[in-house]
C-alpha cells in the first residue's frame, strides 16, 4: 500500500503516461524509464516472455550506453535470478544479486549491480514479462515502498500494454482490408476485362490478313504477360477474401469466360474443397482453371468443355478437358509453351512438388491434368 501522497502523485503522473498512444516496443521502454526514476535505480529493464513462458523473447533495457550494451553481447535469456520471476511470478527483492543462491554471474563487460527488485507484469491475468530494477542510488536495498510503487504501476502497464496490443492489430488489420480491397479490384475488374480484351483480339485473327493477324497475336501474348504480373501482384498482396470460396470463385470465373468462349464450361467438385485446400493451393488452383479456360477461349477452336477439381488422398487434381483440335506441335513439345501459358502452369506444379500433364484426348480435345499434394 502507498501511503506517501508524493510518491502516489508520481505512480499517477506515471500511469497518465503510459496511456499515450505510444508503439509497443516504445511503450515497454516508457514504462522501464518511469519504474527506475520512481524508485531511483540506477538501471532498469524489462523482460517480454516467449510464446511459451520459458524464457525472455525480448529484453528492453534502460541505463546502459550504447558502447556498453555493444561490448555486453546477447541479451539475457532469463537465466539465474532473472529466471525466478518465470517460475515463480510474484515480486522478488534482493539486497545483493551475487549473493543470491541462483545467481548466474555477470557476462564480461557488464557493469557491477548489486540491489534487484523484480515484479511481474501481467496482461489479462497472464504474466507478459517481468520488470527489472538494480542498484538503488543510496541506498544498499530497495524498499517495501519501491515494491508498491513498482506493483502498482506494473498495473498500469499490463493495462497499457493490453491496449497497444489491440491499437496495433487494429493498424494491421486495417492494412490488410486496403490490401484485400485493392486485389480484389486488380482481380474482379482489371484482369477480368484484359481477359476479355485478349479473347476478343483472338477471335479477329482469323479473319485479319496475315500480317495483321501476327501483330494482333503479339499482342495478344503481350496481354497474357501483363494478366500474369498482375496475378502475381494480387498473390503478393494476399488476397483473402474469406466472404467467397474456392468454388463460388471458380463458378464466377466460367460465368465470365462464357461470352468469350460462347458456351459455359461444366465445373464439378468432389471431397472437402473448401476445408482441405490451403491458401497457396487454392490461390494457385483458382488461377491453372483461368489459364486452361483461357487457352480454350484462344486456341482450341471448341464447343464444350468440362472441369473437375477433386481433393482425396491428400492430393487436389484439376481435369481440364475441351472436345477442340487437340494439341498442336507447340503444346506436344514440353520444352515450348506456344505462348499457352503451359510452363507457367507447369511451373506452379512444380512448385507445389505436384505435376502436370497435357495431351489429346482419345475421343478428340485437349485434356490437363494439374495436381498437387495439400502437404509438402
Not at 515463480?88 to 549473493?99: E, F, N
Not at 508498491?148 to 496495433?168: D, F, K, T, W, Y
Not at 495483321?212 to 496475378?231: F, M, P
Not at 503444346?331 to 505435376?355: F, I, M, Y
Request: net charge negative; charged share 25%; hydrophobic share 40%.
Amino acid at each position: 500500500m502507498i501511503d506517501d501522497p508524493v510518491k502516489l502523485r508520481r505512480v499517477l503522473q506515471a500511469t497518465l503516461l503510459l496511456e499515450g498512444d505510444l508503439q509497443l516496443h516504445a511503450l515497454l521502454r516508457h514504462v522501464v524509464e518511469e519504474a527506475r526514476s520512481i524508485t531511483g535505480a540506477r538501471y532498469g529493464a524489462l523482460g517480454v516472455l516467449n510464446e511459451d513462458r520459458t524464457g525472455l523473447a525480448e529484453f528492453v533495457t534502460v541505463g546502459l550506453e550504447p558502447d556498453e550494451e555493444d561490448a555486453i553481447g546477447q541479451r539475457p535469456t532469463g537465466r539465474g535470478v532473472l529466471g525466478l520471476l518465470i517460475v515463480d511470478p510474484k515480486p522478488l527483492r534482493v539486497r545483493s544479486i551475487g549473493q543470491h543462491p541462483d545467481s548466474y554471474g555477470f557476462p564480461p563487460n557488464h557493469p557491477p549491480m548489486t540491489s534487484f527488485l523484480g515484479v511481474p507484469i501481467k496482461v489479462r491475468d497472464e504474466v507478459y514479462g517481468n520488470l527489472y530494477l538494480t542498484d538503488k542510488v543510496g541506498w544498499n536495498e530497495f524498499t517495501d515502498d519501491d515494491v508498491a510503487l513498482v506493483e502498482a504501476l506494473s498495473v498500469a502497464a499490463g493495462i497499457a500494454i493490453e491496449n497497444a496490443r489491440l491499437h496495433e492489430h487494429v493498424r494491421v488489420a486495417a492494412v490488410y482490408e486496403d490490401r484485400d480491397r485493392l486485389a480484389r479490384d486488380l482481380h474482379d475488374t482489371v484482369i477480368q476485362r484484359l481477359f476479355g480484351v485478349g479473347l476478343t483480339l483472338q477471335s479477329m485473327t482469323s479473319r485479319a490478313p496475315d500480317d495483321l493477324g501476327s501483330g494482333i497475336q503479339a499482342v495478344v501474348g503481350e496481354l497474357d504477360q501483363i494478366i500474369q504480373q498482375i496475378r502475381s501482384t494480387i498473390y503478393e498482396l494476399g488476397m483473402r477474401d474469406k466472404s467467397r470460396g474456392v468454388r463460388d470463385t471458380l463458378m464466377m470465373l466460367v460465368r465470365e469466360a462464357r461470352p468469350n468462349l460462347g458456351f459455359e464450361v461444366a465445373v464439378s467438385f468432389n471431397g472437402p474443397i473448401e476445408t482441405a485446400l490451403t491458401n497457396q493451393v487454392a490461390e494457385n488452383l483458382v488461377a491453372v482453371v483461368r489459364e486452361a479456360v483461357s487457352n480454350i477461349g484462344r486456341h482450341a477452336q471448341a464447343t464444350a468443355a468440362w472441369a473437375s477439381i477433386t481433393v482425396e488422398d491428400g492430393w487436389c487434381r484439376v481435369v481440364v478437358r475441351d472436345n477442340g483440335h487437340g494439341l498442336d506441335g507447340a503444346l506436344e513439345d514440353p520444352t515450348r509453351g506456344g505462348g499457352l501459358g503451359v510452363p507457367n502452369l507447369r511451373s506452379r506444379a512444380e512448385k507445389l512438388n505436384g505435376k502436370m500433364e497435357i495431351r489429346t484426348h482419345e475421343s478428340g480435345g485437349t485434356i490437363l491434368t494439374w495436381a498437387v499434394p495439400l502437404s509438402r
